[in-house]
């Protein structure tokens, strides 16, 4: 058996709302590797990790990639450093690139690592001294916080993974509105959907694909394979260069971020969870549109939230009523909010209990407690106190999925056509 050991080399913070892209540095790193007759094993790879991490730009991805050690190790270092300390948006304070390299076998304890940055948050310190303690080399650049991000991008194992073909721009196209041929994403999604996902947001009428920041992704497509990514990618016609192009292999897509609860009181601010709560409180909506209700179950109660920008999904949560079960998939923000990003409704509440309609046809009112009923037309009384069972129409269907739309869909959410529901 012929053992290949690898460099595991992860890269996080580089970029800022002005500009750079991690993914976009680390596919130049990549080229200037194999310029220099270095290789790199497989795909890179683009770890999304804890959605309510406070100093995240975007989406708080980290990226990663292996050499194998028959290539020149040192050179490989030397061009990694040098591309970040020469490409990062340092002048941004919020950019505080950090670079990991680690020799050898993902232990135990560096998946465990891992998944805490998807499921909590970590601190600067604690990642460099886990650093030490697997023996991974740091260079941390300013306050090095991307050091907690690279540890997870190489350590986090990907049972379930999606991947994503990025685009980039021309240097002297950054900022300015992308030339890209709105037809053809349209027929792209229709040739490639389920297998690509995310492309167009077909509520609100616009290509996902494309990113609304001053970055250097032209677009990125999502799929569960490359063979579909290739397909799209002739499809998607553009006016104007593509300079390079990457495809990543992520965690994206696959609801990795969630963790199961069994009861109410396990959530924890931060984290991101599967629960089954009982509706308390109607849905209301406030200033701003953002709509909130209550869920409980035997060991508490917890607020839920869909946002404005969720726009549509709100009128599936406006139909929500006390008594509905529903599973509930989202995170607890800093509020201690259950921000929703998708549900199941479980178990659906259709029944009302009003008093009980007269012989002549008006609904009749209390005739005073434990007297029965009486009505106020034609002045016919009831002893019975019961009031009576009705069906009410409802919108929403038990068993049903509904989820945010992908305008408002997070990086590590599984959208419903990946769970094999449309
Ligand atoms: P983009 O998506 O545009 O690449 P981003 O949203 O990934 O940007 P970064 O610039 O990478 O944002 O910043 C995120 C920062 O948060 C990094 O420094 C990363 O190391 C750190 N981080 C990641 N996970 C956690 C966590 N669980 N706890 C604390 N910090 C984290």
Redesign the pocket.
């Known amino acids: 058996m012929i053992l290949i050991n690898f460099l595991h080399v992860g890269i ?2 580089t ?1 800022s709302p002005e500009g750079m ?2 993914t976009f540095l680390a596919s130049q790193i990549i080229n200037q590797l194999k310029e220099n007759n270095v290789s790199i094993d497989g795909f890179p790879r683009l770890i999304r ?2 959605p309510f ?1 406070r ?8 990226v990663s990639f292996k050499i194998p050690l028959d290539n020149d190790i040192e050179l490989a270092k030397e061009i990694i450093l040098n591309a970040v300390g020469e490409l990062s948006m340092f002048e941004c304070d919020n ?2 690139p ?1 670079v990991v390299f680690y020799e050898g076998e993902i232990t135990s304890e560096m998946v465990d690592y891992a998944f805490k ?1 998807i499921y ?3 601190t600067i310190d604690e990642a460099e001294n886990f650093a030490n303690k697997i023996g991974a080399e740091i260079h941390k650049f300013k306050k090095g ?5 690279s540890i ?1 991008a190489i350590s986090l194992p990907l049972e379930d993974f999606t991947y994503e073909l990025l685009a980039y721009r021309d240097k002297s196209k950054y900022g300015t509105e992308r030339n890209i041929v709105r037809e053809s994403v349209y027929r792209m999604d229709e040739e490639t959907y389920p297998e690509t996902f995310e492309n167009i947001d077909y509520a609100e009428g616009y290509m996902a694909i494309e990113p609304k920041t001053p970055c250097p992704v032209l677009y990125g497509i999502r799929s569960n394979t490359v063979d579909a990514l290739k397909k799209a990618f002739e499809m998607v016609e553009v006016e104007e260069d593509i300079v390079d192009c990457q495809i990543y292999k992520t965690n994206q897509h696959t609801d990795m971020h969630i963790q199961k609860a069994d009861s109410i009181d396990q959530l924890r601010k931060f984290g991101c969870y599967e629960i089954i709560g009982t509706v308390k409180t109607l849905p209301k909506i406030i200033a701003g549109g953002h709509m909130f209700f209550h869920v409980a179950d035997e060991t508490g109660s917890i607020e839920c939230g869909a946002y404005e920008p969720t726009k549509g999904f709100r009128k599936y949560v406006e139909d929500l009523r006390p008594g509905d079960v529903l599973r509930l998939f989202g995170g607890i923000n800093e509020n201690n909010t259950f921000n929703i990003e998708k549900f199941q409704l479980l178990e659906m509440n259709d029944v009302e209990y009003k008093n009980p309609l007269c012989k002549c046809g008006k609904r009749m009112t209390s005739a005073g407690k434990g007297k029965g009923f009486k009505c106020k037309k034609c002045g016919y009384k009831i002893k019975n106190n019961d009031k009576v069972e009705f069906k009410i129409d409802r919108n929403l269907e038990e068993g049903s999925f509904y989820e945010t739309p992908v305008s408002a869909r997070r990086h590590l959410s599984k959208p419903l056509c990946r769970m094999g529901f449309e």
């Open positions: 996080d913070d970029d892209c991690t990790l804890n991490a100093h995240k730009t975007r989406g708080n991805g980290g950019t505080n950090g940055a909590e948050i970590i916080r991307g050091i907690i991000g997870a």
